[in-house]
């Protein structure tokens, strides 16, 4: 018997309903805020994301899923913005409509120590907006992925936010930083030490008590932006008190990837636990156009991670089922006429479905209630002498005899009710 790779997560028909629902109100959600789905791959150049991600970061270094073919080097993508902005310079989507958004749900992929919340096949919904500058562009993204959150009926988390600034800002963040954590090197751990030189800003993402010690000695503030962004970043926090949307400015927030520049943001819940709180983040970058090729021009996006939507909603997946209506069926001539009545059920859009089985009737309504089935059905030879069934209401505990001519009506009305 095989098992599933670790790190992999089968997601099985009664808890699939859940993610249905997630993609569904998202897909709703995005249609009203005029953004449009995009499918990128799931292999790419390897070499797409070296470039994009910094080869010092984490992804890069440790996490990537390489694939060698002969002289070629493909990777899974390991998130899903460097796709996407590939996908818009290749296909020539900056000459056609300079400014567009897209939205994406699917999988990625990243080589690391499975944990809670952390998986190595993991799914993210997210958006990006690529062709524009402006601080309000930050706003709506960032209102955006407030307004999914409450969708899901998700509460308890917070919304922490900072700008990193131009490139000449990043390179004064980073050598305030340097500044503040040269003379105490020794103490930090051997990972942090590696990132002192190859990426500082990791550090303060560091979940390493002692390194945490550290960093929150370190009064960073703002005064490394420049006057363009500073100005930016209050517009952008003005849009935000506007829609009275609260959020924390958290100057030791900077997010671990080369491309993220100016605004950057994080929503944080608590019941994911401390090494994991992220439900997800995103921020802009206003580089990575060019760097890959296209033309100078701004970009945002975000993306949360399913799976940890999925633990901080505490929605038990089970429990989310359809009202599906279950025919039961006494005898041979029953179980004929069944085929029909459930053809005429499924014709008129009633989800419908019946015991394959042959099962007692105890055992039938058993199996009923555990598919958890709003009505179950029974025909048998009194019913087919009527030429009606009966009709269970699961959750009323009442039942009455329906004329199969009526019978689609009858449902549809319940439904309604």
């Known amino acids: 018997m095989f098992n599933r790779v670790p790190g992999t997560k089968d997601i099985l028909p009664d808890q699939v309903r859940w993610w249905q629902d997630i993609e569904r109100t998202s897909r709703k959600i995005f249609s009203i805020h005029n953004y449009q789905e995009i499918r990128p791959p799931l292999i790419e150049d390897a070499a797409l994301f070296t470039r994009s991600l910094g080869e010092a970061t984490e992804i890069v270094q440790k996490q990537m899923f390489i694939i060698k073919r002969e002289e070629d080097l493909y990777a899974l993508r390991p998130e899903g913005t460097a796709s996407i902005v590939r996908a818009y310079l290749e296909n020539n989507l900056d000459k056609t409509g300079s400014f567009v958004k897209f939205y994406y749900m699917g999988p990625m992929f990243r080589a690391e120590r499975p944990q809670k919340g952390r998986l190595r096949q993991f799914h993210h919904i997210g958006v990006e907006a690529i062709g524009s500058k402006e601080p309000e562009i930050d706003v709506e993204v960032i209102a955006l992925a407030d307004t999914l959150l409450k969708a899901y009926s998700i509460q308890g988390y917070s919304i922490l936010i900072n700008s990193l600034g131009c490139p000449k800002d990043k390179k ?86 080369d491309y993220y520049t100016r605004t950057v943001f994080e929503f944080k819940h608590g019941q994911l636990g401390l090494q994991q709180d992220a439900l997800g983040a995103g921020g ?74 042959n099962k007692s009737l105890k055992a039938a309504m058993r199996k009923a209630n555990d598919l958890g089935a709003g009505f179950v059905l029974i025909l048998g030879d009194d019913e087919l002498k009527d030429n009606a069934v009966m009709v269970k209401d699961m959750k009323n505990s009442t039942q009455e005899k329906v004329p199969l001519d009526k019978l689609g009506d009858y449902l549809a009305n319940k439904g309604k009710s």
């Open 172 to 257: 004064e963040l980073t050598r305030i930083l340097r500044d503040n954590l040269k003379d105490k090197l020794e103490q930090l751990c051997p990972d942090c030490q590696a990132r002192f030189d190859k990426n500082v800003f990791r550090i303060l993402d560091c979940k390493n008590e002692s390194c945490q010690n550290i960093v929150s000695q370190i009064n960073i503030g703002n005064t490394y932006l420049c006057p363009d962004c500073a100005v930016h970043f209050q517009r952008v926090k003005a849009g935000l008190d506007s829609l009275g949307i609260k959020y924390e400015t958290s100057p030791k927030l900077v997010r671990g990837l």
């Open 284 to 357: 802009r970058y206003d580089a990575l156009v060019k760097e890959l090729g296209g033309p100078e021009t701004g970009a945002i996006g975000f993306a949360f991670g399913v799976e940890r939507l999925n633990l901080a909603a505490g929605t038990p997946e089970a429990a989310l089922k359809d009202n599906l209506v279950y025919l039961v069926t006494l005898g041979e001539q029953a179980r004929f006429q069944g085929l029909k009545i459930l053809a005429d059920l499924r014709q008129a859009g009633i989800k419908a479905d019946t015991d394959y089985e």
